[in-house]
């Protein structure tokens, strides 16, 4: 028994991460983690997998609101509505 009541184990019988190294051919001895690679060659994140994760990723990523959906509308709005002024001042010069 290991501290903080922990059970003790055979380190000689845990995966490796079997990463290859840069220098040398050998391979990576540290311990592996559930994705088969240790912390340090652990890979890309395979991103959130739960409804809650995503929307907490989305709300955690959002900097500014100029890109979502609810902006791009009203600038489409405001351009459309420029370009009736623009319509409206050119027929009104015509006529004068």
């Excluded at 190294?21 to 088969?36: I, V």
């Amino acid at each position: 028994m290991l501290l903080n009541g922990n059970p003790s184990f055979d380190l000689r019988k845990i995966k490796r991460c079997g990463a290859k190294r840069r220098k040398r051919s050998e391979l990576c001895r540290q311990p592996a983690m559930r994705n088969g690679r240790c912390s340090i060659h652990g890979g890309k994140s395979t991103g959130p997998r739960t409804a809650e994760g995503i929307e907490r990723i989305r709300r955690a990523s959002t900097k500014h609101g100029r890109r979502s959906k609810a902006a791009i509308a009203e600038r489409k709005r405001n351009a459309e509505t420029k370009r009736r002024i623009r319509i409206l001042v050119d027929m009104c010069r015509r006529s004068i």
